[in-house]
């Protein structure tokens, strides 16, 4: 795989700006919509633009048969990262969520240890996943008084559960893309996953808004098309041509965008607890995905 290439760094620092900005865009339209009928809605507006672009490239999305189980477990797996991740967002702070989402490289490191050849765990990982872990314990110590968004127990379990599921589906899509193109992968965890979001939502009791305003349209249109869409179309050109660890490695800017948005947008308050542990998290990240210079390679 090619070094990334200097000029490509604000391009991958824009990508995950954006991404920071996906949690900020759930809680602008929590106030006007249920959760798992936001998620439903999202993935419906980016798996709609993502086949779009496949017609455009003329990239297949045909199932073979023994491709069909291999896409039904990848579309179980979204549907419930995706509905723990609003469930959780929607009960704790936007910053909470930013960061405990984060986490998932936490969880692909360990997981890539036992299923991924060739990607084993090392002293520097160890190190840097010990000091995320330390990081995730204090911030769920954290109970701000002057916070806009209620900061609840629950909230960040569903997260920090959602992180996780996040991570097999990573391990499991590595996988797939071996052997199946990954625009046809993403589109078939929509396709599948869309419907049991709605059936889940159903389940719950949620129904459509009655009304749309301009805030939740904006919100909606930004997670679907510039997140849903158009990251995920960026992140898959450049990881076609890039190493995947060179492009993860600048992932530790999610989580630090996330925070400041959150205090800019919504104005979550940056306590200590969430300063200290927030800082934590993203180093012990930084630590375990970024190859610095000095260190040869494992």
């Avoid at 090619?2 to 339209?29: C, D, F, M, Q, T």
């Avoid at 779009?52 to 291999?70: C, P, T």
């Avoid at 009960?91 to 890539?112: C, D, G, K, P, Y």
């Amino acid at each position: 795989m090619n070094p990334i290439e200097a000029r490509l760094v604000p391009y991958l620092v824009l990508i995950n700006l954006l991404w920071g900005g996906n949690v900020v865009s759930i809680k602008l339209g929590a106030g006007e919509i249920s959760p798992l009928t936001m998620a439903t809605l999202r993935f419906l507006i980016g798996g709609s633009v993502i086949l779009l672009y496949a017609a455009f490239r003329k990239i297949g999305l045909g199932l073979a048969r023994k491709e069909v189980f291999l896409h039904l477990m990848n579309g179980l797996l979204f549907a419930v990262q995706i509905a723990l991740f609003y469930l959780g967002t929607f009960r704790t702070s936007a910053s909470h969520a930013s960061v405990l989402i984060n986490t998932h490289l936490f969880f692909v490191a360990v997981l890539a240890h036992f299923f991924i050849l060739h990607d084993r765990l090392s002293v520097r990982k160890i190190s840097g996943l010990a000091l995320a872990f330390l990081g995730a314990v204090v911030l769920f110590r954290d109970r701000p008084e002057r916070a806009m968004e209620t900061v609840s127990l629950l909230g960040n379990s569903f997260v920090l559960i959602s992180a996780f599921v996040l991570a097999v589906k990573i391990i499991y899509i590595k996988r797939l893309i071996e052997r199946i193109d990954p625009v046809k992968v993403v589109f078939w965890e929509m396709a599948i996953g869309v419907p049991l979001l709605g059936l889940i939502a159903f389940f719950f009791g949620e129904t459509l808004p009655d009304r749309a305003s301009a805030r939740l349209m904006g919100a909606m249109l930004y997670q679907g098309i510039v997140v849903g869409a158009f990251c995920f179309v960026a992140s898959t050109v450049l990881l076609k041509r890039y190493a995947a660890s060179s492009i993860a490695s600048f992932s530790v800017l999610v989580p630090f965008f996330g925070v400041t948005l959150s205090h800019l947008f919504l104005g979550d308050p940056l306590t200590p607890h969430l300063t200290i542990g927030g800082g934590m998290i993203i180093l012990g990240i930084g630590i375990v995905n970024i190859r610095w210079p000095m260190i040869p390679p494992e």
